[in-house]
């Protein structure tokens, strides 16, 4: 029992250089430090605990187990999580890196662009908070101000001025989770999703980026060339040119100047039908006056 004790309170590894051309001191300007340089052979290697880095030049302070790398930075980490940029700070206490100039962070379905990243690799997080973009051939590209990636979730959040473009739609969005794995993206706040034939609006839903399907809640429409779809909760197929929706449902014709309410509607764009059961009520206006009719469908 002892013994097994004494294996899990063995100290962490310190931050090893692996290869450095040069090596020279100034302690005056880096009291402490060790001055690495690279040579015609090669960049610096630098590891810790999993994680390689390469670059041009290091300031390495032994004691507080902290690194500076300056020039062509390049860290690597195993074979998921792959990070380039001009300059990087690492501490091999806490496991924190802070990159800046050109940053770009390059995972299996993604690609991160930034000027400043944070990266916690204890909590295996990486985040920004000056902009950036992400790019994901199958969705398009993301940018926003904030934001966030999970490592272990392979899941990006991302806040303030989110905006989504592919060839289909734009999105538009206070707060979005977009799960890398399998497109799925969750919105929060006022949210919008515009294409050539169909603009969407909730202020809550989800949106399938890879099969072009979503479900939205809390105050959503669906705007169909001259039709409007309004209800409690909305679902959307974009390939099948469909929408349903569910609860107080009112669908709005404004070239035939008609109002059809119910709690249940299927809308299907290429036929320019519409289906509504459930106290289903057809409200047309002609020449000022309104008709009124009623039906279970």
Known sequence: ?????TAQAQKPKKIEIKYSGFLNFDEEKYPGAKILTRDDSGQIHIFHEGVDMWCDQAIHYGKDDFIE????????????????????????KTQLAFASGNVVLTEPKSVLTTDTLYFDRVKQQSFYKSGGTVVRDSSGTITSTIGRYYMSQKKYQFINQVHLVNPEYVLDTNRLDYFTENGHAYMYGPSTIVG?????????????????????????????DNRIVEGDSLFFDRNKSFASANNNIKVTDTLNHSVIKGH???????????????????????ENDSIYIHGDT
Do not use: P
Request: charged share 25%; net charge neutral; with cysteine.
């Open 196 to 224: 050539e034939t169909s603009k969407i609006y909730c202020e809550r839903g989800f949106y399938d980026t890879q099969n072009d399907t979503g479900y939205f809640i809390k105050n959503s429409r669906i705007d169909y």
């Open 69 to 92: 790398a300056y020039g062509n930075v390049k860290m690597k980490q195993g074979d998921t999580i792959d990070m380039t940029a001009k300059y990087a700070e690492y501490s091999g």
């Open 264 to 286: 249940y509607a299927e809308v299907f764009r290429d036929k320019d039908s519409v289906f509504i059961t459930k106290r289903a009520l057809a409200i047309t206006v002609q």
């Open 1 to 5: 029992m002892l013994l097994g004790l």
